[in-house]
Each structure stands twice: as structure tokens, then as C-alpha cells.
């Protein structure tokens, strides 16, 4: 496995609580990464040499402004190529985000991600996205804006291969959107979510990584406690075959992973995400009782 691009979440707590949040974040929930460990995970994670790129996200980062902003410079400093990803709660004019931003890029922060949209009930932050990309450019920082869309209807199964890690683009099924955005949803028979469209499970570009040391190939699946492992012997041996979640799924999709542990189907999903979902959070139940 050489995975480029770590997501280190930071927090999980969140002044929002969008109904699309693959991590549940809310303002109740308190979950943070001691700074410690972060240090301790970036000289870790800095032994593979495919990796380049941590983003620091939650949750919201800029809730713990200092801890981020020693984590930014941390990671700078081992030669990472950084970046934040924010709902932009702090930004009501450029001056906000200008005078924010500058802390970060002053100590090495390369990229910004903003997410703009109605799912996180900021699109008030639109008429300002020309001068903070304009503030950007004088900063010296890439500005990437995420727009979720809340789409009428889900697609097709089949119209799903859209590429894999795409900030923008449709909701995924997963975490909270499970349960909370599927209702005026079209659902589709489970046998058309035979392979997952989303994300290369056998060689991923990226993976997250939570402040209990967990290292998930997707929200829902945890690959390794990193604690329990020597980082770059894990990437180098890495076999998708051996993981009891994985290995149905590169087989034949979340399909083959409900026949694979005798799960009782319904007539329909809405994406192969919540399928997937509501087998893994059994299963994952299953092994920590
Ligand atoms: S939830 Fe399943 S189908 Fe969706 S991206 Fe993750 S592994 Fe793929």
C-alpha cells in the first residue's frame, strides 16, 4: 500500500451537526487528538515515503486553533505538504479570514479547503468566495472550495464511477447520511452495489486517522490500530485479503460482503455506501463486544 494523503482528524467536535457528516460530529461530542500524539503520528507516518500530504480536519480544527496551529507547523517542519479543511464558521468577511489564515501560512500551511454549501448552512459564505480567493493569492495559500450537492434523487448504481477522491461532488451514504438524508431517496436493488466505487481498497491515495491511533481506509472501516503496529512494515505487507471487511468488498462490492456475513437485505439502498454502512457497523459491533 502507498497511500500519498493522510487525514489526521483532529477533532470531532463541531459546531454543526450537518446530516451528511461521515464522522457524526456535533458540538456534544467530545473527541480530541492530543497534540502529543500528533506529533508522535507525523514522525511515524513520516517513515513511508509515499506519503505526502496531511490534511488536518475533524470536526471543526479551528475550534483548537493552537493545537492546529503547533500541528500545522509540526508538520511542516517534517517536510508535509499541509493543509486545513474548515466549514469556514469564523469567516464573515475577508478580513476574518485573512487575519486567520495568515497565522497558518506564516508557518508553513500550504492549502485551504473551505466547504461551502447547503448542507453545511453556509452558503452566505458565497458572494466572498472571489476575494477570499483574491486574499488567498496574496497570502500565498491554495484555496479549495468542497460543494456537497444534496441531490433530489440518487443516481443510478451504475453512474457512480465519477473518480475517487473528489472534495466536491455527491453525498455518500455513510456515517450520519445513513440514516438521516435517505428518506425521499430512490433506493436500488442491493445486487447492483458489487464493488466500491469510491475508494481503491487495495492500493488507497488516502487514508484518515482518528485520536485513538485508528487508521481507516474509510470512515466506516478501521484498517489497524497504529499503536499496535510498526507503521512502515504495515503499509509494506499490507493484504486486503486478509481483512475480514475488506476482502469480501474488493471481491464482489458491499453485496458480497452482506452474503459473506449471512446479512438479512432489504429490497433497496440508496448508494453502495449504505449498504455498506449498515453491514459494517454490525459487524464492527460484533468484534468489540
Ligand atoms: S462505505 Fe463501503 S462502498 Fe462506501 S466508500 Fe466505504 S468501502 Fe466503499
Known amino acids: 500500500m502507498k497511500p500519498r494523503v493522510i487525514y489526521f482528524i483532529i ?10 457528516c461521515h464522522f457524526n460530529s456535533s458540538p456534544d461530542l467530545e ?6 500524539l500528533i506529533k508522535k503520528y507525523l514522525r511515524k507516518l513520516k517513515r513511508v515515503k509515499s506519503i505526502e500530504k496531511i490534511i488536518f480536519t475533524g470536526g471543526e480544527p479551528f475550534l483548537i486553533f493552537p493545537k492546529l496551529r503547533n500541528a500545522v507547523h509540526d508538520a511542516h517542519m517534517l ?13 464573515g468577511t475577508k478580513m476574518d479570514f485573512s487575519q486567520a489564515v495568515r497565522y ?6 500550504n492549502e485551504i479547503i473551505i466547504s461551502v454549501d447547503s448542507l453545511h448552512n453556509n452558503t452566505r459564505l458565497e458572494p466572498l468566495i472571489d476575494d477570499l480567493e483574491v486574499e488567498s493569492e496574496h497570502l500565498g495559500v ?3 472550495i468542497s ?5 433530489e434523487a440518487s443516481r443510478p448504481p451504475d453512474f457512480a464511477y465519477g473518480g475517487t477522491h473528489d472534495p466536491s461532488g455527491v453525498i455518500l451514504y455513510r456515517g450520519r447520511a ?7 431517496q430512490q433506493l436500488w436493488a442491493p445486487e447492483n452495489f458489487d464493488i466500491c466505487p469510491h475508494q481503491d481498497l487495495v492500493n488507497p491515495d488516502y487514508l484518515w486517522l482518528d485520536s485513538k491511533g485508528n487508521l481507516l481506509i474509510c470512515p466506516q472501516i478501521p484498517l489497524v490500530n497504529l499503536r499496535q503496529v510498526k507503521i512502515s512494515s504495515f503499509f509494506a505487507n499490507f493484504d486486503p485479503a486478509k481483512h475480514k ?8 462490492g458491499p453485496f458480497e460482503l452482506a452474503k459473506n456475513n449471512n446479512f438479512k437485505l432489504k429490497d433497496g439502498y440508496v448508494d453502495h455506501c449504505h449498504l455498506c454502512s449498515e453491514i459494517t457497523e454490525k459487524i464492527i459491533k460484533k468484534i468489540r463486544k
Not at 499541509?82 to 464558521?89: D, E, K, L, Q, R
Open 104 to 109: 497558518l501560512v506564516d508557518i508553513g500551511l
Open 178 to 184: 445513513a440514516t438521516e438524508l435517505n428518506e425521499k
Open 79 to 91: 517536510g508535509f505538504d499541509v493543509a486545513v479543511w474548515t466549514s469556514g464558521y469564523f469567516i
Open 11 to 20: 477533532t470531532k467536535q463541531c459546531l454543526l451537526k450537518c446530516k451528511h
Open 31 to 36: 473527541d480530541f487528538f492530543p497534540l502529543v
Open 147 to 151: 460543494r456537497k450537492h444534496e441531490s
Open 245 to 252: 471487511i475488506l476482502a469480501p468488498i474488493v471481491e464482489g
Open 142 to 144: 491554495k484555496l479549495t
